[in-house]
């Protein structure tokens, strides 16, 4: 299961552990690949396959379907209001969606710690979410609606384009700092009455720009930017968003998961390379997967990447219980 208490430690920001128990399946295909020799060959070919992965040349099906569907979700709002039409009402935190109101769940439980109220709608719109997105895998909410994932995924590809020149270095931060931080943004807007985090999220403050027009928020949005671009890549949703964080919370116990397959790895880590989260990819490593089958951990924004970039189709979406998806 991708939500087990191990995986759920890693998503909080535990270093990822060897596997206490390898099954015997498992163990015999570990041993097998121990002592299959590697040819030279075979190693020109993976540190090739690795470079064209870096310099971000391999399929993108996943990417831009996932595209596709943050643009089309987005765009719903704005048409919605400009049309006037009050199908898609709201921004993606607080909305009325064909009559359902939907709250986003963290920014639902600032109101809550700030105010110290509980309206009916938001119980109603964030039990709503809640189900929405235990069913549909949690964070994929971040991969295929939220409109910062796309502005985070433009800054990352300058990013790598920059550093690939030499030209800006990657600054990485402990990861345990995203908990710290919905833990300080709960307290702080028990204790102020006020939410500083919903005044300087950056998925309303883009959500609430596309429908109502841009304005003076869009220089925090500016200086994101220019943080993720300059210095740190996808540094708000890994080391500070709590709304990822409670996502990935909400999709611990979801069907719809990235399965991956021991036998069939060849074990060159390309999806550590395109993955946000590398850490739920720890089963990829070698030596590491303690089944022959992994679920791979709830911290997954489903996006698709490492399936995209597999070459032997060993990391696979999969509805648990039902069937792979292609
Ligand atoms: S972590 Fe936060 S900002 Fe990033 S994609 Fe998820 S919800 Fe959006
Ligand atoms: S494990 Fe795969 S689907 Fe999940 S976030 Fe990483 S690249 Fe995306």
Redesign the pocket.
């Known amino acids: 299961m991708k939500g087990n208490l191990a995986a759920l430690m890693v998503m909080l920001g535990k270093a990822p552990q060897k596997p206490k128990q390898i099954t015997p399946p498992a163990q015999a295909i570990h041993l097998q690949k121990r002592t299959k020799k590697i040819t030279k060959a075979e190693i020109e070919f993976i540190k090739n396959e690795l470079k064209a992965v870096e310099a971000g040349k391999y399929r993108k099906k996943w990417r831009n379907r996932r595209w596709v569907s943050i643009i089309t979700i987005n765009l719903l709002f704005t048409l919605s209001f400009w049309l006037d039409i009050q199908l898609f009402e709201g921004s993606i935190i607080a909305s009325r969606v064909l009559g359902f109101h939907m709250a986003d769940i963290y920014s639902a439980l600032q109101v809550v710690l700030a105010y110290k109220i509980m309206l009916i709608n938001l119980v109603i719109g964030t039990v709503t979410v809640f189900i929405i997105w235990l069913l549909l895998g949690g ?1 994929a ?3 295929w609606v ?4 796309l502005l ?1 995924e433009i800054a990352e590809t300058i990013h790598l384009k920059l550093a690939a020149k030499k030209w800006v270095t990657e600054h990485s931060f402990h990861r345990g700092v995203r908990t710290v931080f919905f833990i300080a943004f709960s307290l702080l807007a028990f204790g102020l009455g006020y939410s500083l985090f919903n005044s300087i ?3 309303g403050m883009i959500s609430r720009a596309l429908v109502y027009g841009p304005g003076i928020a869009m220089v925090w949005i500016l200086i994101l930017f220019l943080f993720e671009v300059f210095y740190s890549r ?1 540094a ?3 080391y ?6 409670t ?1 990935g919370l909400t999709g611990a116990l979801s069907p719809l998961q990235i399965t991956y397959n021991l036998s069939s790895c060849h074990h060159e880590t390309a999806c550590h390379i395109v993955c946000e989260v590398p850490h739920v990819l720890e089963c990829v490593k070698k030596g590491r997967a303690g089944n022959v089958e992994v679920d791979v951990g709830a911290d997954c ?1 489903l996006c698709g990447a490492c399936v995209d970039v597999c070459p032997t189709s060993s990391l696979r979406f999969e509805i648990k219980g039902l069937s792979h998806i292609s």
Do not use: K
């Not at 939220?146 to 994932?149: A, D, N, Q, R, T």
């Open positions: 964070r909410f971040c991969s939220c409109p910062y994932h985070a999220n950056p998925v996808r708000w949703c890994r500070v968003c709590p709304m990822g964080l996502y924004t």
